[in-house]
């Protein structure tokens, strides 16, 4: 089916268009040529049957002018009656001019000759059939003139547009990589050649810089995974150490609980790197253990706060997804009511669509609001570095998740994270 939006439907109808004004053009010129030919051609043949009746009313007064189908001639002498002219023309001055006898209609030459007035009628009604016949053969001419141009249109678009089209296919199903070039039959001494040439070296760059990123990711996750290890390793050791005493151990189980959140933290930052794969295989989670894991930590922070953290679990859905991922975009939330929540509650409501984390803390201007999730973006009070919610909606769009702010300054801001869409 051609859609309105293609380029073969644009050149159609452009060509259509053409044709069509081409074709009027044509018509209008051709059918004002016919009519100023048929009239040049009536006062032709009036002239020259005016001299032949001139010459024989001369030779013989007598003379009755000719009277046919076509052509009618009348004589009248200054002493003859006007009753001798048919009153539709008697009165006429000598000149052209057109009347209607009997519901026909005529083209009509007067002219004083020798002493008389003559009168010359030619029936046009023959020649405005012919004229009207003429007519409907250019409206049928411009019509398949149209449609031709069209069609033509068409035809032509599709032969110059199928390379692009092909193009457009290759880059569509083309895989990020030097080795995957445009077919050679694209790649003529033409514009679209040039531009599958553009493609090539976009594609290039692109693969060369994908390249470099993996590179940097893993070279990033080798040299942070070592010194994670050697930390979470000496964290064991010194765990085995039956001197320390409650205190130390406790800061010691804050070491590990970091140490293994950062190493998390590390996979889930390299699995939103790298492009989702849909069908894939992924873990199912439990989203009630995550939501309770991430409570009991910003628990432990808020413990010498004035802000009441209070968990309302109304269902316990189990979402297909990296759970390293929902711990994140948990964390995140959390740890963004509780730095701007002075006092009153922090209160998480999980449903089996939705996770709600609302707070009483300072709220959002509009302004703020409205760049929440853009990347390195922070509010006036925050001190972090403007990533958190970015992770998070980073996360959302991976999912098909929806993410939404609901926040007025000094009233408090709730979050909705919404699962509508996902995969259970």
Not at 273 to 279: D, F, H, L, Q, Y
Not at 380 to 400: D, P
Request: aromatic share 8%; net charge neutral; with cysteine.
């Amino acid at each position: 089916m051609l859609r309105s939006n293609s380029l073969r439907f644009h050149a159609a109808v452009v060509f259509a268009l053409f044709g069509a004004l081409i074709s009027a053009v044509l018509s209008g010129t051709l059918y004002w040529t016919v009519q100023d030919v048929g009239r040049h051609l009536m006062r032709e043949t009036l002239r020259a049957e005016l001299d032949d009746s001139v010459a024989r009313h001369t030779r013989d007064h007598n003379f009755q002018p000719l009277n046919t189908v076509t052509v009618k001639g009348y004589v009248r002498a200054p002493s003859e009656p006007e009753e001798i002219v048919p009153h539709e023309v008697h009165h006429l001055q000598p000149g052209w001019h057109t009347v209607q006898m009997e519901g026909v209609n005529y083209y009509v030459l007067v002219a004083d000759r020798n002493d008389a007035r003559y009168f010359m009628l030619y029936n046009t009604e023959r020649q405005r059939a012919r004229e009207a016949f003429f007519l409907s053969a250019l409206v049928v001419f411009a019509v398949f003139m149209i449609m031709g141009s069209a069609i033509g249109g068409f035809w032509l678009a599709r032969r110059i547009v199928s390379p692009v089209t092909r193009l457009a296919e290759w880059v569509g199903n083309a895989e990020v990589g030097i080795e995957h070039l445009p077919p050679a039959k694209l790649l003529r001494n033409d514009e679209v050649g040039e531009l599958a040439r553009a493609f090539e070296r976009y594609v290039q760059r692109l693969s060369e810089f994908i390249e470099r990123e993996k590179n940097f990711a893993g070279d990033v996750s080798h040299e942070l995974r070592t010194p994670l290890a050697v930390i979470l390793g000496s964290v064991e050791v010194l765990e085995q150490d039956a001197r320390l005493n409650d205190k130390q151990r406790e800061r010691l189980t804050r070491i590990k609980r970091s140490g293994l959140e950062m190493v998390e933290m590390m996979r889930a930052l390299l699995l939103i790197a790298r492009e989702r794969v849909v069908g894939a295989d992924e873990p199912q989670c439990q989203v009630e253990l995550v939501v309770r894991e991430a409570v009991d930590r910003q628990r432990a922070s808020l413990r010498d706060s004035a802000v009441t953290l209070e968990l309302e679990v109304q269902a316990a859905p189990t979402l297909i997804v990296e759970r390293s991922l929902l711990v994140i975009a948990v964390d995140n939330l959390l740890r963004n009511a509780a730095f701007h929540t002075r006092q009153g509650y922090i209160r998480i409501r999980l449903e089996a669509d939705r996770l709600e984390v609302s707070d009483t803390g300072i709220g959002m201007s509009p302004e703020e609001l409205a760049r929440a999730f853009d990347h390195h973006f922070k509010g006036k009070a925050s001190a972090g570095f403007g990533v958190g919610l970015s992770l998070v909606k980073r996360i959302c769009e991976r999912y098909g998740w929806q993410v939404q702010i609901d926040s007025r300054p000094g009233e408090g801001t709730k979050v909705t994270l919404s699962f509508c869409g996902a995969p259970s």
